[in-house]
């Protein structure tokens, strides 16, 4: 009886020293903040979308694939991000809009509740949709040398790194796990030419190269 309690005792420390290492947000201190006011600036990966940005666009979405070309564009104030395959099909048609959020179109394989709401979240944090009012916090994460700015989105966190004053990733958390990341690379005259957006507890990657024009 002795050995076995020992052997319960023993798993259960080995669990709970492997769920505090596995998690990355174990060690997050609080260095300023939260403030709503030009203290602390979320600075997007786009400086200027008045001319669109267009991207080739590879999406993997639930052991389907779809490819084509993605444009990102402002329009009065909103963000219009547009899909279509290379012969013209479109996929989808979203506009952000200040506060609001709206599907021109969708195509009818992509009309599911949860991978509209994936897409809304995924592509609407890339164009910095919902973030005008956010309460932003600037902490330190051990290990991590980038600074780093934190925001609250519902029930997730929002956490977003800069190095030399470039947005370089972005990603959407729990308390204990990284639930996606977005990865900005290779700027260049201030465009960052890759984006990737990796999903740690669904079926959904984009990756999205520049087409200079």
């Given at each position: ?39 602390i600036t979320l600075v997007s990966a786009f400086k200027d ?165």
């Amino acid at each position: 009886m002795k050995s076995r309690k020992f052997k319960v005792g023993f798993f259960t420390i080995l669990l709970f020293v492997a769920s505090c290492a596995s998690n990355p947000y174990k060690n997050v201190t609080v260095v300023f903040g939260p403030v709503m006011d030009d203290r602390i600036t979320l600075v997007s990966a786009f400086k200027d979308l008045s001319k669109g940005k267009l991207y080739k666009a590879k999406v993997e979405v639930l052991k389907n694939y779809l490819s084509g070309l993605l444009m990102i564009k402002e329009v009065k104030g909103s963000k219009r991000v547009i899909f279509t395959s290379e012969t013209g099909l479109k996929f989808f048609d979203f506009e952000f809009a200040p506060d609001t959020f709206i599907v021109h179109y969708v195509l009818e394989q992509l009309d599911n509740k949860h991978v509209l709401n994936t897409l809304r979240e995924d592509i609407g944090t890339v164009v910095f949709h919902g973030v005008e009012n956010a309460a932003i916090v600037q902490v330190k994460i051990k290990g991590e040398d980038a600074l780093v700015h934190r925001t609250k989105d519902k029930e997730d966190w929002m956490y977003y790194y800069y190095q030399d004053e470039r947005l370089n990733k972005i990603e959407r958390a729990s308390d204990k796990k990284k639930k996606v990341i977005i990865t900005f690379e290779n700027y260049e005259e201030d465009i960052p030419q890759l984006i990737n957006i990796v999903h740690k507890d669904f079926k959904m990657n984009i990756e999205l190269t520049y087409i200079k024009r």
